[in-house]
């Protein structure tokens, strides 16, 4: 690397610029994420919810989109669903979850436009070391969650909810809750590595930018 940028790498403009798109980045992924039907869609058949449920897939589609509406900034105030009884504790649990979803939403409106255009600025000033940083910083975070869950996903998804909630809502009674039994764990498994995936194409993104840069700099300065 040349010695110009590798000091760059580590001024504190770009470490703050980066760290904030790194933000924006993981934002726009779990938005995305919640918002992209089609992997629970394809997890009816590949985790065989019907059979595991014991509920059509018309009735499975139904009560999952009235949950997703539910957690859209322009969704319904109250969770309903059209086959299914909640309990008190249910409910409660996913007003909670409701809550953590639109803070996401709403930081998003905010973090990646400013993602977008500190992106399209740096790509202006042709700053390489920028696009070296944000290459790495997420990458850092895709391996550190990713290695995790590899190892002991049971282990992630009970801290994950221990940290982001203080009670035991989230241990559902499917007797009083039957929309558990249409949310298998696999799929928030399976929701995990999209974000993670997604999050890994913008680091790799930023990589490919890194060096286009880099090269228009070499060349520049034959």
Same mark, same amino acid.
């Not at 696009?131 to 290459?135: D, G, I, K, M, P």
């Given at each position: 690397m040349n010695p110009q940028i590798r000091r760059s790498v580590f001024s504190w403009k770009n470490l703050v610029a980066a760290f904030l798109?790194?933000?924006g980045i993981f934002s726009m992924a779990i %938005?995305?994420?919640l918002h992209f039907r089609p992997l629970y869609y394809f997890d009816i058949d590949h985790l065989d919810i019907p059979a595991t449920s014991g509920y059509s897939?018309?009735?499975?589609?139904?009560?999952?989109?009235e949950l997703i509406d539910y957690n859209s900034i322009s969704g319904p105030s109250r969770l309903t669903f059209s086959d299914f009884i909640m309990s008190e504790k249910g409910e409660i649990h996913f007003e909670e979850v409701k809550r953590i979803f639109l803070n996401i939403e709403y930081a998003s409106f905010?973090?990646?436009p400013l993602t977008l255009l500190l992106t399209a600025w740096q790509i202006r000033k042709k700053?390489?070391?920028f696009?070296? %940083?944000?290459?790495a910083f997420p990458t850092f975070l895709v391996v550190i969650v990713g290695s995790l869950v590899a190892l002991n996903w049971d282990f992630c998804f009970v801290?994950?909810?221990k940290i982001l909630f203080r009670n035991d809502y989230w241990i559902f009674d499917p007797a009083c809750d039957p929309v558990i039994t249409i949310l298998p764990d696999a799929y928030f498994l399976h929701a995990a590595a999209l974000i993670l995936l997604c999050v890994l194409a913008?680091?790799?993104f930023s990589l490919l930018l890194f060096r286009l840069l880099r090269r228009k700099i070499s060349n520049s300065a034959k």
């Open positions: 798109c790194t933000l %938005v995305f994420t897939e018309e009735v499975i589609r139904r009560n999952y989109d905010v973090l990646v700053n390489a070391p696009f070296a %940083v944000l290459s801290l994950f909810h913008a680091s790799l």
